[in-house]
């Protein structure tokens, strides 16, 4: 029996609704489910689901018939990136609760690796007590790797662009453009940084296209900035100028991944505000990030969010 593997983004919950069947959910509310036929593998999926809660993880569907959509129905589950089978005898043939744990130890294992020899190539370096304690809080953005953010899609705590500044279609599609820094390109990222730092932090990748593809910046620095420095300098003056200074030095961390495919791409970590909203200058409009869209509050909308947000 062969099968296919998707990803499914965050796992957020699994459990056995009212109709009898088995559901699992992802951060997004998206949601997969396995028939009552199956009913004697449902307690070992619900133990899988315990230990990958919070993970990023890829579900199976069965291809032996047309009627098992991979958008409708699901038939086991593992953490996304790491290998699976994508044949077996039959449809209750899962992954093992062992197998898994395996799998999550060596993640974890692979990851302290990392952290290890980057911490001891600080050393070796000389750094400074501040730097070390730098390298160290990054410890569980390591485990957050591009292509799990891809894979993620666009979430609450995750927005692709792609450009900074840059009219993408235009330039498809009309030959005599010639490109220029588009305010309004420019003022859409601006608002998902608001909307990180109003709600929980969250990544803003730019080159990446909704349809999840790390397409890079190479057209846009080429275009309109000639070069990486030129464009990482202009995305911090903006964000001074428009977010503010303190905003930039507290919660924002500029950084220049290269993807597997050789594509560069800017990946903007945004920590949650503390002790006040941030607005978007000009005109002081503060925005929200719910579930994957930036939401603008006003009036009584805003004064409520406020005085929950930061009750202080």
């Not at 996304?80 to 089978?85: K, L, R």
């Not at 859409?188 to 790390?214: P, R």
């Amino acid at each position: 029996m062969n099968f296919i593997w998707s990803d499914f983004g965050v796992l957020n919950k699994c459990c056995v609704e009212s109709d009898g069947y088995l559901y699992v959910y992802n951060s997004d509310n998206g949601y997969r489910k396995m028939s009552p036929k199956y009913l004697a593998v449902f307690d070992q999926i619900k133990n899988k689901c315990e230990l990958l809660k919070g993970k990023f993880v890829q579900i199976r569907t069965s291809q032996n018939t047309g009627s098992w959509q991979t958008s409708v129905w699901f038939s086991d589950i593992s953490l996304s990136g790491t290998a699976v089978n994508s044949s077996a005898p039959s449809m209750g043939s899962l992954e093992t609760t062992y197998d898994l744990k395996q799998k999550l130890t060596s993640t974890e294992q692979q990851r302290d690796q990392a952290i290890g020899e980057a911490l001891e190539a600080n050393q070796r370096a000389d750094l400074t007590a501040q730097t070390l304690a730098n390298v160290t809080a990054r410890k569980n953005e390591i485990e957050i790797t591009l292509d799990m953010l891809l894979a993620g899609g666009e979430t609450i705590a995750c927005e692709f662009k792609e450009s900074l500044s840059l009219d993408v279609r235009r330039i498809e599609n009309d030959e005599s453009y010639s490109p220029v820094k588009e305010k309004k390109i420019e003022t859409a990222a601006l608002k998902t940084l608001v909307g990180f730092l109003n709600a929980e932090g969250g990544t803003l990748l730019i080159g990446v296209s909704d349809s999840k593809l790390a397409l890079g910046i190479d057209n846009e620095l080429e275009k309109l900035y000639q070069s990486l420095d030129k464009f990482i300098l202009h995305l911090e003056d903006l964000i001074k100028e428009r977010l503010g200074k303190a905003a930039l030095a507290n919660y924002i961390d500029i950084t220049t991944p290269k993807h597997q495919n050789g594509s560069r791409v800017v990946r903007v970590e945004v920590k949650k505000s503390l002790m006040e909203g941030v607005f978007l200058k000009p005109g002081d409009d503060f925005y929200v990030r719910f579930a994957a869209s930036t939401e603008r509050l006003t009036g009584a909308d805003l004064l409520k969010y406020s005085r929950q947000h930061w009750p202080n």
